[in-house]
Nanobody, 116 residues
Framework: QVQLVESGGGLVQPGGSLRLSCAAS????????MRWYRQAPGKERELVAR????????NYADSMKGRFTISRDNAKNTVYLQMNSLKPEDTAVYYC?????????WGQGTQVTVSS
């Protein structure tokens, strides 16, 4: 079955960096685009970034452009989110997502807290 497992979250000071990972299994990872979303307390889940199957195409939400970088390693079935220049408003649970056979699959999420 499709499984997505995020890791790498934690507490970081404003201006700091984190790299999130999402390990995928149960489907042919290199055939599917991957996305990162986040959900802050009291807010709707929002798209952070998307990466194409081979990583040649990436898209970002406006507020993340220039600070976040999505990448993937198809040999390791893993997608990453490098987050730099973090701000308190980046505090959220971060999720990876894919769609296989028309069904959305989500990981359990990893908490990122940006605070001094």
């Amino acid at each position: 079955q499709v499984q997505l497992v995020e890791s790498g979250g934690g507490l970081v000071q404003p201006g700091g960096s984190l790299r999130l990972s999402c390990a995928a299994s149960g489907f042919p990872f290199s055939n599917y685009a991957m996305r990162w979303y986040r959900q802050a307390p009291g807010k709707e889940r929002e798209l952070v970034a998307r990466i194409s199957t081979l990583g040649g195409s990436t898209n970002y939400a406006d507020s993340m452009k220039g600070r976040f970088t999505i990448s993937r390693d198809n040999a390791k079935n893993t997608v990453y989110l490098q987050m730099n220049s973090l701000k308190p408003e980046d505090t959220a649970v971060y999720y990876c997502k894919t769609q296989v056979g028309g069904i959305d699959y989500w990981g359990q999420g990893t908490q990122v807290t940006v605070s001094s």
